[in-house]
C-alpha cells in the first residue's frame, strides 16, 4: 500500500471549502493509502503566535477532523512537535541545502516582505517540511498550489542527499493537488474569488463550527443572477453554479440532475434546500465535534501516533548519523 502524508497548520478556522475540498478527499483517500496526518505546529512558530491559542487550536483541529471522518485506526495521527525526531532530521537536512534554494521559494520572499524583521525559521521552513516528508519514505504528498514548490525541494533534497550519501530516501511522487482543476468552492458574496478563512467579508464564508442560523442567512442571501434558471455555467452565472456545486459535493447528485430537480423553481426554493443539506452536514460535524473535544480519544490517538511515527523516525535519523558520520 502506497503511503501518503499530510501535514495541516493549527490555524483555528476551517471552512465548507476546505471541508468539500480536502478533508472529503482525504477521508475517501485513507481506505486507499497507508495515511500519515500530523499538525504542523512547529511550522506555525515560524510566525508570532499567542501560546495559549496555539495549544488550543491544535486540539481543536484534532478534533475537527476526526469529527469530520478521519479515522483513527486508517491514519496515524500525530502532533509534529511530539516527535523531536522532526527537528533533528530538518538540522541535517539544512546542511545538504543551499541558501540559495531556500531564498528563492516564493512563500519566503511574499512573508519575509511583509515583516522587517523575521525569524531564521521562516528562511528554514521548506526543510522541516522535507524532513516531515521523507522521514517516512512517503510515495504521496497532496498539497495545494502555495505548497507545490517546497515539495519539490524536498524532492531535490532527496535527491542530492541519495546521490552523496547512496539510497536513503525514497523520493515521493510529483505534486498532487487537491486544488487540481476542480471546481474550488467560492465566495458567497464575491463568486469571483474563492471561500476562503482570510476573507475580509464573512458573510461569505461558511465556517465549519458556524450556527444553524447563521448558515441560512448566508447561503439565503448569496450572490445570483436575474436569469431565474438553476443550471451550471461558472462563466455567466458565478453564484449560481457554485451553490450547484456546493449541493452536487454534499448530495453526490450530478450538475444535470440539479438541473432537472430545481426545473420552474424559483433560486429562493433552491437556496433553501442547498442551506438544508449544508447545515445537515455540518450539524453532524458538529455533533461529533461536541462529543470528541471533551473526551480523553484524542489524547489515547495522539500518544498512539506520537510513539508509531517516533520509532521509524527515530531510524531514519541514526540511518542519517551514521551515513553524516556523525557521533561515534
Ligand atoms: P488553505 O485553507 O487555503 O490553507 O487550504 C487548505 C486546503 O483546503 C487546500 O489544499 C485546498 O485544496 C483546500 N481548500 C481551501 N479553500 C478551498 C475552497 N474554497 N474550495 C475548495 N478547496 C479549498
Ligand atoms: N507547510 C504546509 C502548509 O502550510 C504544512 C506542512 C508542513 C506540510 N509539513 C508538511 C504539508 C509536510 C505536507 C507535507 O500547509
Not at 495545494?144 to 525514497?170: C, V
Not at 430537480?261 to 438544508?276: L, R
Not at 447545515?279 to 458538529?286: L, N, P, W, Y
Not at 480519544?297 to 558520520?325: N, P, Q, S
Request: glycine content about 6%.
Amino acid at each position: 500500500m502506497k503511503k501518503m502524508l499530510t501535514g495541516l497548520q493549527p490555524s483555528g478556522v476551517i471552512t465548507l471549502g476546505n471541508y468539500l475540498g480536502a478533508i472529503k478527499k482525504m477521508v475517501e483517500n485513507q481506505e486507499k493509502y497507508d495515511s500519515y496526518i500530523f499538525i504542523a505546529d512547529l511550522h506555525a512558530i515560524t510566525v508570532t503566535q499567542d501560546p495559549v491559542e496555539l495549544r488550543k487550536n491544535i486540539k481543536n483541529l484534532i478534533a475537527l477532523y476526526l469529527a469530520c471522518g478521519i479515522d483513527p485506526n486508517k491514519n496515524k495521527i500525530y502532533i509534529q512537535s511530539e516527535n523531536e525526531y522532526h527537528a533533528n532530521v530538518s538540522w541535517l537536512l539544512e546542511c545538504n541545502t543551499y541558501y540559495g534554494e531556500l531564498s528563492r521559494m516564493t512563500q519566503f520572499k511574499d512573508k519575509s516582505l511583509k515583516h522587517t524583521n523575521f525569524s531564521a525559521g521562516l528562511l528554514t521552513y521548506p526543510v522541516l517540511m522535507a524532513a516531515d516528508i521523507l522521514i517516512y519514505d512517503v510515495d504521496i504528498v497532496p498539497v495545494g498550489k502555495d505548497q507545490k514548490q517546497h515539495l519539490e525541494l524536498a524532492r531535490d533534497i532527496a535527491i542530492r542527499f541519495n546521490k552523496k550519501y547512496g539510497e536513503t530516501f525514497k523520493i515521493p511522487e510529483p505534486v498532487i493537488s487537491f486544488d487540481g482543476n476542480e471546481f474550488l468552492v467560492k465566495d458567497l458574496q464575491n463568486p469571483s474569488i474563492k471561500m476562503s478563512k482570510s476573507s475580509e467579508n464573512k458573510k461569505g464564508v461558511i465556517m465549519l463550527l458556524e450556527d444553524a442560523d447563521s448558515i441560512r442567512k448566508k447561503i439565503m442571501s448569496a450572490t445570483t443572477d436575474s436569469e431565474m434558471s438553476v443550471h451550471f455555467d461558472p462563466k455567466n452565472k458565478p453564484g449560481i453554479s457554485n451553490l450547484i456545486h456546493i449541493y452536487s459535493s454534499i448530495t453526490n447528485k450530478t450538475y444535470d440532475e440539479i438541473k432537472d430537480e430545481f426545473k420552474g423553481k424559483n433560486y429562493g426554493e433552491f437556496k433553501k434546500c442547498v442551506a438544508d443539506e449544508v447545515i445537515r452536514v455540518v450539524s453532524e460535524i458538529q455533533e461529533k465535534y461536541n462529543k470528541i473535544i471533551n473526551s480523553d480519544e484524542i489524547d489515547k490517538i495522539l500518544d498512539e501516533g506520537r510513539d508509531y511515527t517516533r520509532k521509524i523516525a527515530k531510524e531514519k535519523y541514526e540511518l542519517l548519523k551514521e551515513k553524516m558520520g556523525l557521533g561515534r
